[in-house]
């Protein structure tokens, strides 16, 4: 009898492995389409900008985040959906009812990590021997015009990658424990940003997101936060450094809405933007301690359900991480740091 409970449990933690090396293989999949489509894309472009005399700037701001948005939204995504459905769901979300309070609670603990993630990546790339990628990245927003900033940034990330890195890859894990399905949703989820600016906070936010999915089995609601998230870091906060810094002074509205009145708009818009900002950092702060407070007072309620087969004590990392899938993934994204290092 003890034999055949150990055979069992050696064949459960087999197909245990091979379900979190499949997801690893998907999502390597994902990441290397990416990078194959947009050496295509940025290719073909350039061949057609060469036949039309080199007339568009491609590596303008909106040049850049069309060529790296496409391939990922448009070829990278339905490869992966398909090659998704190959591995069987294991398990599945609760489906839990949350309120405006819960919400509004994982919002500012959402912010507040964000904060704080953000600063400890800051830190990070100060040791960097060369200019780091979240400068590349700040100024790719900055020169891209709000509304690319809002299709691709604040519309289509979110729903691309919650319906990715939460639920799809959620789905097939959860059955297994919510700790590690929770845990790996939001390590592939900052690994997959590919620099350390971006991981500490993409890993947190990760983490907090797949812990909603879990329990409440809704990704519209894991979407709304991110779209909330990047709307913040990626629209606001760009829009006032833009008018802080002057930037909208070349502006032809501007200039010709100062010319009628007479009035130094660009310095007018400085000051505003510049006292909008302040606001906007207190805010910040603001979410980043009241999210402290929150995950202490609600720390008790935080539960992880141990799943349907849990995965053996003393087994987990190597069931988890030491798999061909999950090494793959990790390979390709540890070549993403080096490459922005």
């Not at 933690?13 to 690893?24: D, I, L, T």
């Not at 002057?246 to 130094?264: H, I, K, T």
């Not at 900002?277 to 309620?301: E, H, N, P, Q, S």
């Not at 935080?302 to 087969?309: L, S, V």
Request: charged share 10%; net charge positive; with cysteine.
């Amino acid at each position: 009898m003890a034999m055949q409970l150990e055979e069992e449990a050696r064949a459960l933690g087999k197909r245990q492995r091979k379900q979190f090396s499949h997801v690893g293989l998907v999502a390597a999949a994902f990441m290397i389409v990416t990078f194959l489509a947009q050496i295509a894309v940025i290719s073909f472009a350039g061949f057609i900008n060469y036949l039309l005399g080199g007339i568009i700037d491609l590596f303008s701001g909106p040049g850049i985040l069309l060529l790296s948005a496409i391939p990922m939204y448009f070829v990278a995504f339905p490869v992966s959906v398909a090659l998704i459905q190959l591995i069987p769901r294991c398990g599945r979300a609760q489906s839990q009812p949350w309120g405006i309070g819960k919400f509004a609670a994982c919002l500012v603990i959402s912010v507040g990590i964000g904060l704080a993630g953000n600063l400890l990546g800051q830190f990070v790339e100060w040791f960097k021997p060369s200019v780091g990628d979240d400068s590349q990245l700040n100024e790719l927003l900055m020169n891209s015009g709000l509304w690319m900033t809002v299709l691709f940034t604040v519309l289509m990330a979110p729903v691309v990658e919650e319906l990715f890195f939460r639920k799809l890859l959620m789905d097939r894990l959860l059955g297994y424990g919510e700790g590690p399905a929770i845990l790996m949703s939001g390590l592939m989820f900052g690994m997959a940003h590919g620099n350390f600016s971006q991981f500490f906070y993409a890993f947190g936010i990760g983490v907090l997101w797949a812990y909603v999915y879990a329990k409440t089995g809704k990704v519209g609601y894991t979407i709304a936060f991110h779209m909330i998230f990047n709307f913040l870091g990626g629209a606001i906060a760009v829009e006032l450094t833009k008018g802080a810094s002057g930037a909208f002074e070349n502006s032809w509205f501007v200039q010709g809405v100062g010319r009628m009145l007479s009035l130094d708009f660009g310095a007018v818009i400085a000051a505003v933007s510049g006292f909008l900002m302040t606001g906007y950092f207190v805010f910040m702060v603001a979410c980043l301690v009241g999210g402290i407070v929150l995950l202490i007072l609600y720390r008790r309620k935080i539960q992880i359900e141990p799943g349907t087969w849990p995965i053996r004590k003393g087994a987990r990392f190597k069931t988890v991480v030491l798999n061909v899938g999950m090494i793959l993934y990790f390979l390709v994204c540890i070549s993403l740091f080096v490459m922005n290092w």
